[in-house]
């Protein structure tokens, strides 16, 4: 069993930038792909970022503006959002996928965090 703990969110206002932390437990962590999504009311939950061993995946919405990126001494991943936009506004969760494969659909990871709110104001 993995538990996930986001930190990290809050209130910035647009143009502004915030990193959120995804700490993991377990001594596995450096084999899992980790991921970031999001979701905003009324909207179904939306890929964000993916890491595992080999590389990274990152959403056109926020490519160039968001990196994803991991401590495996530290079993943490973190998630670096600059620019943002009150469309970036949503509860972010992080996610853990134990077959180490980036994945875009939420269904195939098999941890999830409580989720962090990020609030950009205009």
């Known amino acids: 069993q993995v538990q996930l703990v986001e930190s990290g969110g809050g209130l910035v206002q647009a143009g502004g930038s915030l990193r959120l932390s995804c700490a993991a437990s377990?001594?596995?962590?450096?084999?899992?792909?980790m991921g970031w999504f999001r979701q905003a009311p009324g909207k179904e939950r939306e890929f964000v970022a993916a890491i595992n061993w080999s590389g990274v995946v990152v959403a056109d919405s926020v490519k160039g503006r968001f990196t994803i990126s991991r401590d495996n001494a530290k079993n943490t991943v973190y998630l670096q959002m600059n620019s943002l936009k009150p469309e970036d506004t949503a509860v972010y969760y992080c996610?853990?996928?134990?077959?180490?494969?980036?994945?875009?659909?939420?269904?195939?990871?098999?941890?999830w965090g409580q989720g962090t709110q990020v609030t950009v104001s205009s």
């Open positions: 377990g001594r596995t962590f450096s084999r899992y792909a």
């Open positions: 996610a853990a996928d134990r077959r180490s494969k980036v994945t875009l659909t939420p269904g195939e990871y098999d941890y």
